[in-house]
Structures are given as C-alpha cells and as structure tokens.
C-alpha cells in the first residue's frame, strides 16, 4: 500500500494510508496499541490518541522530541516546518528528522507543512515551552580503562555475586527468617546476613531485593511463625545452572525490575562511552535526564543508585559498562558472559594448614559435598574452604562416616591429603556419638560415667538431669533445650533415635512456590497489522444499511454450506460470549453440530464460531 496524495483529515485517515511497514513501526514504538490487536484502524487511531496511551508516547521521548513537540503543540494547527523553524533551534535536517519520528510514533498527523499535533498531547504540552537542546544530550567526560583488568574485574564481581547469592538463599533455606507483619524482613536477620558476606546492610538488602524479583525468594507458610521468607522451587534449579546462565537471569530481573526505563538508560549511556569509564557520576545523571525528561520525580537519584546497584552486580566494573553488561538483552548474552568466566572444575587442592583452595566455580555436586566438610572461609575467583573439628563433626551429624569423608577427600583432592587432616577426621569421629540425647522429655546419654558425673557437678546443668544408672540421665526440660544448654557449656551432644540409633541431621531446606508474575507478552506487530487489514477488508464489506438481519439458525447454515461448497469467503457479524460484535471474513471449511469451522482471516488460522452467535452473514467478492 502507499500514501495517498490527498491530505488526511484524521489521524485515523493517515494511519489508513500508511504502509504495513509503517504501522509495524508504530506498533513496535508503542506496543501498548496492539497488546490486543484493534479491530480496525478506526479503534487503532482512537487508542493511539486516548490519553492514557499519548501519556506513555510522551514519557518516552527525549528532550529534544518532546521540545519539538510542545513547540508544535504551541502553534495553531496546521503546522507548517516554516513556523517550527522560528521556535527551534536546530537545522532544518534534525527538524525534519524529528517531526518524522513524530509522526512514526503518531503523536502528530498531517503531511509535510501541515502537521497537526495529537489533542492529548497538545493539551498535556500546552505549559511545557520549547527548551532543548536539540543536538543531543550534555558530553559525559571518560577515561580510559586497561581492557584486560576491565574484563578480569567484570568476571570477579559476576562469580562473587552469585557466591554471595548461593550463600544468603543457601543459609536461609536451612533456617528461614520469619516475615514481619508489615511484610518486611527483620532487621537483625538481615544485619546477620550482611554479617556472614560480609558486606553492608544495604548491599545485603539489595541482594534480597534482586533474588526476589529474580523469582529465588518468596514467602513460605510456617506452622509456627505463620510466614518466613524462603528459596523457591527455582532456586534449585538456577544454582545447578551454569555461572553464566545464572548472572543472566538476576542481572534481568534487575534491569526489568522498578525503574526499568531509568536503568535501561543509564546502560545506554554508558554504552555509548565505548568501553571507556566516566569521570563524574553527575554528568551521567544529566545525560539520563536529557534522554528520560518526563521520568518520575525520583529520577536523579535513581541514576545514582543504578550506578552503585550495576556495580554491585558486576554489569558496571571500574565505572564502565562491563563487557557481561554490554551483553544484557542480546539473545547470546549468557555466551558472552560464558567467556569472561573461569570453567567448572572438579577439584581441589588441599593445603597442610586445613583448608582447601578451588581453583575455579566448583561442579554444583562436589561444591555441596564440601560444603557438608568444610567451612567456606573466602569467596572470589578462588574459593577457599576450611576444616575445623565443627566442619567435620556437622557432616557426621548429616551421616557421613569417618571412612566417607576420607574417602572423598582423597577423591576431590589433586594434592596429597596432610596428615593434620586425617588427624582431624579420626579424632573428631572418635569423639563422635559419646554423649547423646534423647527424649523423655529429654534422657542424656554418656559412655562416660564419668563425663556424666562432671555434668551432674555442673551447677547450670546438673539441676536439669536426674541419673537414673550409672551412664543415664533424663529431664523434665525439651531435648532442644537440654541439648542449646550443654553446647552453650561447650559440650556436642548428638541426638539419638528409639534404639540407641545416631540420629542423622538432615538438611532441611525450605522453599516457598514460584509466584507468576502474570506478565503478559506483546504480540507480533506484523501479525496485529494483518489482523488490523483483515478488519478494514471486514468492515468494507458490511452490507448497506449497517443493521444485522437475523436470518435464523437453519437460513445461517443453509448460506454457509453453500458458501463452504463453493468454497468462496463470506462477511459475517459475531456476536461473542461477552456481547462484543466483531465483523469477520472467513473461508467455510464445514458445517456441523451447529459449528462453523473456517479460516478466519483476521487470525490467519482455522477457527470454529457457534452459528447462533453469528448475526448476519453476507458474500465477500
């Protein structure tokens, strides 16, 4: 199709001239139009200027748009690009190119030297006054950056978060924190956390904010606490995931979390530094507000708070746009990050001073094995572990044998296993199971009696222990308590089932159901512009006099039978549950039942009508 030569006088006449590239175009600028395909080009022109859908045109234009537009706003309809001339100050290719894509988006109609500006747009601009400037936004001052200390610096920060991640769900999943009754989270359970990583409250609070709009976090419903905040059932999936795979995923989560325009263009600034890093924070702050001038109030300072988040999350490293950032949103972009990242590995190597150094992102199945040993002492590109008598005596507490841990040691290990480590294994195995308890309430239980009779001598113990042999005490308090009482008086109790069985210690992860988001996806535009044609076809075919002529149920088939024999397309009225009427032309395949079933060319796919909905039907040459 092509322009007409006659001059519209509608913004639904020129959207009816327009090309189906050109309405793809306007589709893809504003996708709110065609979340639900129009009907026709006279319900697209009313959604293209209803106010709420000219709102989120405006909002998305830069300054340099949005001052052409409110100086055309300002003049009296229709424009010429003489008059725009005198309001704006830029030459006349960029006035041109400017109104283009004013008219792309549909927020001005016309043709050249008689443009007419939307009315929700011209009463919304009506105070706002060119401003400019219209060349682009203010220059952002940068330095350089040795590109390979940027590259080892962006793949750092990418494998100390997720560690960071894998630790906070990982540690509240084995004791998850309860959810206040205002929603939140406590203050004390986060200051632990920040406590564990080792990073500020706030760093821990936007890392809770990520996992949760990642979907890794949720609450959980608890017998006792009512709610707690837990893992859900993705977190197990996303941590057996590759490194890369997993960046991707909360980096997206975060760049489409609240403020996604404001963060997308921050990104775009900082892409257009190729690869070099700013100077002044401040400067990135105006060029965002010369690209977003219609942001909310809050824009300024979600600039800066984007900068610090981005560099928390390794999209930014050493103030540049970090080759893993660069790669947000392409469909390859867990390739590139894949490239940044050391590969997996399957070892370790065990050092005589206790710990054990991984040289790489450990395989999700040896990772969690050691961490069932060994204690993690720092995260980074290099993740050391370390063995203490408690490492140990927790695996034991989860099943392990002696012979076990040595065994997989041996197996992890590309270095010999030092002898302190086997020490360290048999004696705290040896040590092991000697003192247990139970139920009665509570029954202690020492092979001991001597270590029995120290307990009974204990004046913060002994009065909640009555022996009744020589090895064997009960009490009237809880085991849990009895057994938080010994530990805190520096003793390991190891509980014990019916039978004088160890009572192995699970761990016990909680999670919390995936909520959906119920997000709904745009469409194909070029899928909605022929749904919009196929309307237009419909609505020239309507039969004069523009009222449905029930024929009746039997009259109805009759006429689509021989339509469907003929096998030639018919125009007909819907009438669907809801009482909406739509106008069709559909290809009859068959008849039956009472159902219709053709090819509706407005979804381009075989559908089926019930013939009682359908309120009038005439041929479509």
Same mark, same amino acid.
């Given at each position: 199709?092509?322009?007409?030569?006659?001059?519209?006088?509608?913004?639904?006449?020129?959207?009816?001239?327009?090309?189906?590239?050109?309405?793809?175009?306007?589709?893809?600028?504003?996708?709110?139009?065609?979340?639900?395909?129009?009907?026709?080009?006279?319900?697209?022109?009313?959604?293209?200027?209803?106010?709420?859908?000219?709102?989120?045109?405006?909002?998305?234009?830069?300054?340099?748009?949005?001052?052409?537009?409110?100086?055309?706003?300002?003049?009296?309809?229709?424009?010429?690009?003489?008059?725009?001339?005198?309001?704006?100050?830029?030459?006349?290719?960029?006035?041109?190119?400017?109104?283009?894509? &004013?008219?792309?988006?549909?927020?001005?109609?016309?043709?050249?030297?008689?443009?007419?500006?939307?009315?929700?747009?011209?009463?919304?601009?009506?105070?706002?006054?060119?401003?400019?400037?219209?060349?682009?936004?203010?220059?952002?001052?940068?330095?350089?950056?040795?590109?390979?200390?940027?590259?080892?610096?962006?793949?750092?920060?990418?494998?100390?978060?997720?560690?960071?991640?894998?630790?906070?769900?990982?540690?509240?999943?084995?004791?998850?924190?309860?959810?206040?009754?205002?929603?939140?989270?406590?203050?004390?359970?986060?200051?632990?956390?920040?406590?564990?990583?080792? !990073?500020?409250?706030?760093?821990?609070?936007?890392?809770?904010?990520?996992?949760?709009?990642?979907? &890794?976090?949720?609450?959980?419903?608890?017998?006792?606490?009512?709610?707690?905040?837990?893992?859900?059932?993705?977190?197990?999936?996303?941590?057996?995931?590759?490194?890369?795979?997993?960046?991707?995923? !909360?980096?997206?989560?975060?760049?489409?979390?609240?403020?996604?325009?404001?963060?997308?263009?921050?990104?775009?600034?900082?892409?257009?530094?190729?690869?070099?890093?700013?100077?002044?924070?401040?400067?990135?702050?105006?060029?965002?507000?010369?690209?977003?001038?219609?942001?909310?109030?809050?824009?300024?300072?979600?600039?800066?708070?984007?900068?610090?988040?981005?560099?928390?999350?390794?999209?930014?490293?050493?103030?540049?746009?970090?080759?893993?950032?660069?790669?947000?949103?392409?469909?390859?972009?867990?390739?590139?990050?894949?490239? &940044?990242?050391?590969?997996?590995?399957?070892?370790?190597?065990?050092?005589?001073?206790?710990?054990?150094?991984?040289?790489?992102?450990?395989?999700?199945?040896?990772?969690?094995?050691?961490?069932?040993?060994?204690? !993690?002492?720092?995260?980074?590109?290099?993740?050391?572990?370390?063995?203490?008598?408690?490492?140990?005596?927790?695996?034991?507490?989860?099943?392990?044998?002696?012979?076990?841990?040595?065994?997989? !040691?041996?197996?992890?290990?590309?270095?010999?296993?030092?002898?302190?480590?086997?020490?360290?294994?048999?004696?705290?195995?040896?040590?092991?199971?000697?003192?247990?308890?139970?139920?009665?309430?509570?029954?202690?239980?020492?092979?001991?009696?001597?270590?029995?009779?120290?307990?009974?001598?204990?004046?913060?113990?002994?009065?909640?222990?009555?022996?009744?042999?020589?090895?064997?005490?009960?009490?009237?308090?809880?085991?849990?308590?009895?057994?938080?009482?010994?530990?805190?008086?520096?003793?390991?109790?190891?509980?014990?089932?019916?039978?004088?069985?160890?009572?192995?210690?699970?761990?016990?992860?909680?999670?919390?159901?995936?909520?959906?988001?119920?997000?709904?996806?745009?469409?194909?535009?070029?899928?909605?512009?022929?749904?919009?044609?196929?309307?237009?076809?419909?609505?020239?075919?309507?039969?004069?006099?523009?009222?449905?002529?029930?024929?009746?149920?039997?009259?109805?088939?009759?006429?689509?039978?021989?339509?469907?024999?003929?096998?030639?397309?018919?125009?007909?009225?819907?009438?669907?549950?809801?009482?909406?009427?739509?106008?069709?032309?559909?290809?009859?395949?068959?008849?039956?039942?009472?159902?219709?079933?053709?090819?509706?060319?407005?979804?381009?796919?075989?559908?089926?009508?019930?013939?009682?909905?359908?309120?009038?039907?005439?041929?479509?040459?």
């Amino acid at each position: 199709m092509t322009m007409s030569d006659a001059p519209p006088r509608t913004l639904a006449d020129d959207l009816r001239a327009r090309s189906d590239e050109a309405l793809v175009v306007l589709l893809r600028a504003r996708p709110d139009l065609g979340a639900t395909p129009p009907a026709d080009i006279g319900q697209l022109a009313s959604r293209a200027a209803s106010r709420p859908s000219v709102l989120w045109a405006l909002d998305r234009l830069d300054t340099a748009h949005l001052s052409t537009l409110a100086a055309m706003a300002a003049l009296e309809p229709p424009v010429s690009l003489d008059g725009l001339r005198r309001q704006v100050d830029a030459d006349d290719a960029r006035i041109a190119a400017m109104v283009a894509r &004013l008219h792309a988006s549909a927020l001005v109609w016309g043709r050249d030297g008689a443009w007419h500006v939307v009315r929700e747009a011209r009463e919304v601009l009506r105070t706002y006054g060119p401003r400019g400037p219209y060349d682009g936004p203010p220059p952002v001052r940068t330095r350089e950056v040795d590109d390979r200390r940027h590259r080892n610096a962006s793949a750092g920060t990418v494998m100390e978060v997720l560690q960071r991640l894998e630790h906070l769900l990982g540690s509240w999943g084995e004791s998850p924190p309860p959810v206040l009754r205002s929603g939140g989270r406590g203050v004390r359970d986060v200051r632990n956390a920040a406590t564990a990583l080792g !990073v500020t409250v706030d760093h821990v609070e936007f890392l809770l904010d990520l996992t949760e709009s990642a979907g &890794l976090l949720a609450r959980a419903p608890d017998d006792g606490a009512g709610e707690v905040w837990a893992p859900t059932t993705l977190f197990d999936t996303w941590r057996d995931s590759p490194p890369a795979a997993r960046w991707v995923a !909360v980096a997206t989560a975060w760049l489409a979390g609240p403020g996604r325009r404001v963060r997308t263009q921050v990104l775009r600034v900082l892409s257009s530094l190729d690869g070099a890093a700013y100077v002044d924070a401040e400067e990135v702050v105006e060029a965002v507000a010369w690209a977003v001038p219609r942001a909310d109030a809050d824009r300024d300072d979600l600039v800066r708070r984007t900068l610090v988040e981005a560099t928390r999350l390794g999209v930014v490293t050493l103030d540049a746009l970090s080759p893993a950032g660069a790669g947000l949103g392409l469909p390859d972009a867990a390739a590139v990050v894949e490239g &940044l990242l050391p590969s997996r590995v399957d070892h370790v190597l065990v050092q005589a001073d206790l710990t054990a150094v991984a040289p790489g992102p450990l395989e999700p199945a040896v990772r969690d094995r050691l961490e069932d040993v060994a204690d !993690v002492e720092s995260r980074g590109g290099a993740t050391v572990y370390r063995f203490t008598a408690d490492s140990v005596r927790r695996a034991l507490d989860r099943g392990w044998p002696a012979s076990e841990i040595h065994a997989f !040691v041996e197996q992890v290990s590309v270095t010999p296993i030092p002898q302190p480590l086997t020490y360290l294994v048999d004696d705290t195995a040896r040590q092991h199971g000697r003192l247990r308890i139970g139920d009665a309430s509570a029954y202690l239980r020492s092979d001991d009696p001597a270590e029995l009779e120290a307990l009974l001598a204990d004046p913060t113990i002994g009065p909640m222990l009555h022996r009744i042999a020589p090895t064997v005490a009960v009490s009237t308090v809880r085991h849990e308590v009895l057994a938080d009482r010994l530990s805190t008086a520096g003793h390991r109790p190891v509980g014990e089932e019916p039978g004088g069985v160890l009572r192995v210690r699970r761990r016990d992860q909680r999670r919390a159901e995936v909520v959906d988001a119920g997000v709904r996806r745009m469409g194909d535009p070029a899928e909605a512009v022929r749904a919009i044609r196929a309307g237009e076809r419909a609505a020239s075919l309507r039969p004069a006099g523009g009222r449905d002529e029930h024929q009746g149920s039997l009259a109805t088939m009759a006429q689509l039978r021989e339509a469907a024999d003929a096998q030639e397309p018919v125009w007909v009225a819907y009438m669907d549950q809801a009482g909406t009427r739509t106008e069709r032309v559909v290809e009859p395949l068959r008849v039956d039942a009472g159902w219709l079933t053709a090819f509706d060319h407005r979804s381009q796919r075989v559908q089926r009508f019930a013939v009682h909905r359908i309120v009038q039907v005439a041929s479509a040459p």
